[in-house]
């Protein structure tokens, strides 16, 4: 089966930075569109960034000038590097993807989250 598995969080002081991972494995044909997404203590699951195939990205205004996503197509790889972090961006951090792959004879596309990784941003 697939699964996308986030590594990278930690603990951080304001203004220091980390690079986010999401590492996709299964029966991979081809990955569409990866999101980004985080869910801040007593606040909803909200976008980060998402960055389809064509490479158009999308960024929360929160996100705009401090983080980028991107990806490696080759090794089923996306990136969050989050730059100038504040106490305000202290959240679990899930990547999402939608996947092609195969589901015994058949090809199908779905969508997958990972289990999520904590980011705290603290002095």
């Known amino acids: 089966q697939v699964q996308l598995v986030e590594s990278g969080g930690g603990l951080v002081q304001p203004g220091g930075s980390l690079r986010l991972s999401c590492a996709a494995s299964?029966?991979?044909?081809?990955?569409?569109?990866v999101a980004w997404y985080r869910q801040g203590p007593g606040k909803e699951r909200e976008l980060v960034a998402n960055?389809?195939?064509?490479?158009?990205?999308t960024y929360a205004g929160s996100a705009k000038g401090r983080f980028t996503i991107s990806r490696d197509n080759a090794k089923n790889l996306v990136y969050l590097q989050m730059n100038s972090l504040q106490p305000e961006d202290t959240a679990v951090y899930y990547c999402?993807?939608?996947?092609?792959?195969?589901?015994?004879?058949?090809?199908?596309?779905?969508?997958?989250w990972g289990a999520g990784t904590q980011v705290t941003v603290s002095a």
């Open positions: 999402n993807a939608d996947i092609w792959h195969r589901d015994g004879v058949r090809i199908v596309l779905r969508n997958y």
């Open positions: 299964g029966s991979i044909l081809n990955i569409n569109t």
């Open positions: 960055l389809q195939v064509s490479g158009t990205t």
